[in-house]
């Protein structure tokens, strides 16, 4: 849904991005957004010289603040944006070029990157995953100065106690404004000196019985499962199919890649190409293929991606798929949709689609919809295991 987001006298236009998405009913800013863009601006915070740090913004809603006509437009080169994923990195852009802006000025950075020195202000959009949160607070802490003024922001619900726990623990003296339109701001001051190590990426071992072997597995903060298997990936990995020599796979979605790397510690002729729209999800694959699997590193192919959006139609042999039924904090079966469209455009012919559900998401009926087939490998009391072949 293309929503417009009136503030600050302006009247702007924001999509939630990929723009094509199916759910069209979810607006591309809340109230946390309007609120510590207003009380920016209430309280004179931004000038010329004032540089800026923006973390987490979805789609965009402060950062096109910052554009042009926004509330920064005499202040080039002084706005830093970042974020983990890639759609939101391109939903940002799209929404900047939606609305006419000019984004010369606005520098995205992925959650790897090193933070820029010397920041005046940092507006928080606090992260759903916990252990993002810290790994950010710690990047934080070591690139800010005791003058960073710093402001977080999200919906009142969502900031607990334990959440206020860790910007006291990681930041220093933390508090609260009064809820307005259901969302909170914190502000902390950054009054102590200790530099905290971060713990990510941290490293864990599995036992993968089928294959009777070990591997070590590394996890940054944003990644699924970041101390042992989790269980849908451990029940789709019982049941993925033989692949034999010279099979062109994707992981789609791969998160840490452990779906990929098993297809090639199971054949080591396989070729693999690993799909995440997450930073943190894609160099954890890369590493742990690297560790796991070193002689078969030129066989693999890692791509920062919407889905398989570009990837060359009827190319693929195999698309092995966990889906997301969620995005940020809306539930939503729309980059499933996607995932199962784009794998039918990109199978070869006879080519096939496997994936792992929970039982209640009826999958199913998508790929019948689809592939006009659809068979269920293995199921038990939580998740299934299904496949479709493209005819």
């Not at 983990?84 to 391109?90: C, E, L, R, V």
């Not at 092995?320 to 784009?342: E, G, R, V, Y």
Request: aromatic content about 10%; proline content about 3%; glycine content about 4%.
């Amino acid at each position: 849904m293309i929503s417009p987001f009136i503030i600050n006298d302006k009247n702007l236009f924001l999509t939630r991005f990929p723009a094509a998405q199916v759910n069209r009913s979810l607006q591309a800013w809340d109230a946390s957004d309007e609120y510590v863009i207003n009380y920016v601006n209430d309280n004179n915070l931004v000038t010329k010289e004032t540089k800026v740090l923006i973390f987490n913004d979805v789609f965009g809603a402060i950062t096109v603040n910052f554009c042009g006509n926004g509330i920064n437009q005499e202040n080039p080169d002084m706005v830093y944006c970042v974020n983990d994923s890639y759609i939101s990195a391109q939903g940002i852009q799209y929404n900047i070029e939606q609305n006419y802006l000019d984004n010369d000025h606005i520098t995205q950075l992925t959650s790897l990157d090193e933070l820029p020195n010397d920041i005046d202000l940092i507006l928080f959009k606090i992260p759903k995953s916990k252990s993002l949160l810290v790994e950010q607070l710690i990047q934080i802490k070591k690139s800010a100065s005791k003058d960073t003024i710093f402001i977080a922001t999200d919906r009142t619900k969502d900031i607990h106690s334990s959440t206020l726990k860790l910007f006291e623990k990681y930041l220093g003296t933390t508090t609260t404004s009064l809820a307005i339109k259901k969302a909170r701001l914190v502000f902390c001051q950054f009054d102590s000196n200790q530099k905290i190590k971060s713990p990510f990426p941290t490293v864990w071992s599995i036992n993968n019985t089928k294959l009777d072997r070990n591997f070590i597995i590394s996890n940054h903060a944003n990644v699924y499962a970041r101390e042992k298997l989790d269980i849908g990936a451990r029940y789709f990995i019982e049941n993925l199919p033989d692949v034999s020599e010279g099979t062109n796979v994707i992981d789609l979605g791969c998160g840490n890649g452990v779906i990929g790397l098993t297809i090639l510690a199971q054949q080591s002729k396989a070729y693999v190409q690993f799909f995440d729209e997450s930073v943190m999800a894609l160099a954890s694959a890369k590493i742990n293929i690297k560790k796991n699997c070193p002689d078969q590193i030129d066989q693999c192919q890692f791509h920062l991606n919407d889905c398989l959006t570009d990837v060359e139609s009827n190319s693929i042999d195999l698309i092995l798929c966990n889906p997301p039924f969620h995005q940020n904090s809306a539930t939503t079966d729309h980059i499933a949709w996607q995932m199962f469209k784009d794998s039918f455009r990109v199978l070869k012919k006879g080519g096939e689609l496997r994936i792992i559900g929970n039982r209640q998401l009826a999958y199913h009926i998508k790929l019948q919809r689809l592939f006009g087939n659809e068979k269920l490998i293995a199921s038990n009391d939580k998740f299934v295991t299904q496949s479709a072949i493209k005819r």
